[in-house]
């Protein structure tokens, strides 16, 4: 068995963290500070220092796989989430697939990430994000005037292909998608707007929208925060009444559960007969997200069993008198 590398400091890992909307996560931020697509008038790191489209590799791709097997493997029982954000757009690094790869050989907490959505028109980086769990692209504007005075994009991306590779996600992404949508007060929450949002919104058409505003202070410290009655408005007007709310705890956002976890049906299977993630989302139909929460917590309080069978995973749980592998 390969010895683990202990890596020598942690460049690329963060937390874990009380993330408002992913509970407690862990951090993966592969790309430098304030390297980004984007220039948001309302960023809480400051204004972006590198202004880029260009992909590449922003760091050594052994270190970054070092650092995510010793964290992953340490952390994996203390998390819910692992989630690729930070200080700049993730989507930008060249080492995003390899390092997705290595977290879903190692564990099955699962993969989140956010992003400005800018580059998501673009085929390589749909493959390499296929595998994320929950996909969290932004979307604060509805016009090409818009996006350059709220997010002053770089020089060369085009609004109508970010908004284009937002509308085809729903083809080309099979997991759950948030989108989230940060409003400024009297600058991007008019009722021409949100009649815009509202219809871009059924064509996008996201599992779940999480409604932000600029709780905190910004790049342009002249932009105001909307009030959590307004946004609760807004947010059913646009037709997502469901989605989780932030709550604010001491002044930060907190995100609720996203989801009911249905843990009780799923631990009644896994007592009965061993199951692949694939078969419990079938078999209940909920999605693949949701069974590997449970499978995580799962395998956090109670005596789960994982069996490789033919190159596949099956769950069960220790001291069930009726399951056998091979019935399966
Ligand atoms: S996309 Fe995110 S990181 Fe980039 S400037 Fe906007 S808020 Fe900041």
Request: glycine share 6%.
């Amino acid at each position: 068995m390969e010895k683990q590398r202990l890596p020598k400091s942690m460049q690329y890992i963060f937390g874990p963290v009380a993330s408002r909307r992913l509970g407690r996560s862990l951090g993966i931020d592969l790309i430098p500070f304030k390297t980004c697509t984007l220039n948001c008038r309302y960023c809480e790191c400051g204004p972006t220092t590198h202004l880029t489209i260009e992909r590449r590799k922003f760091g050594p791709e052994t270190q970054i796989l070092d650092e995510i097997e010793y964290s992953v493997t340490k952390l994996q029982d203390q998390i819910d989430f692992i989630t690729f954000a930070g200080s700049g757009e993730p989507t930008l690094s060249l080492s995003l697939s390899s390092a997705i790869k290595k977290i879903k050989e190692i564990s099955t907490v699962p993969v989140a990430m956010l992003t400005n959505g800018t580059l998501l028109y673009r085929p390589d980086v749909l493959l390499d994000i296929s595998s994320i769990d929950v996909l969290i692209p932004s979307l604060d504007v509805v016009n090409a005037d818009m996006f350059d005075y709220l997010n002053r994009p770089h020089p060369d991306l085009c609004f109508d292909q970010y908004i284009e590779g937002l509308k085809q996600l729903r083809k080309k992404y099979q997991n759950t998608l948030w989108l989230e949508i940060l409003l400024c007060k009297g600058i991007n929450d008019s009722a021409k707007d949100l009649e815009l949002m509202k219809k871009l919104l059924q064509e996008i058409n996201p599992d779940a929208i999480q409604m932000n505003t600029v709780f905190r202070p910004g790049t342009d410290p002249d932009l105001k925060p909307l009030s959590e009655a307004e946004l609760s408005t807004i947010q059913r007007f646009l037709g997502y009444p469901e989605s989780p709310r932030p709550a604010i705890i001491g002044g930060i956002p907190v995100q609720e559960s996203p989801e009911s976890l249905p843990t009780k049906r799923i631990r009644e299977i896994l007592q009965r007969r061993p199951s692949t993630v694939d078969d419990l989302a079938n078999g209940l139909q909920v999605s693949l997200t949701t069974v590997r929460q449970v499978i995580h917590r799962l395998s956090k309080n109670e005596s789960l069993i994982a069996t490789n069978k033919n190159g596949q995973i099956f769950y069960s749980l220790a001291g069930d008198k009726n399951s056998t592998h091979d019935a399966v």
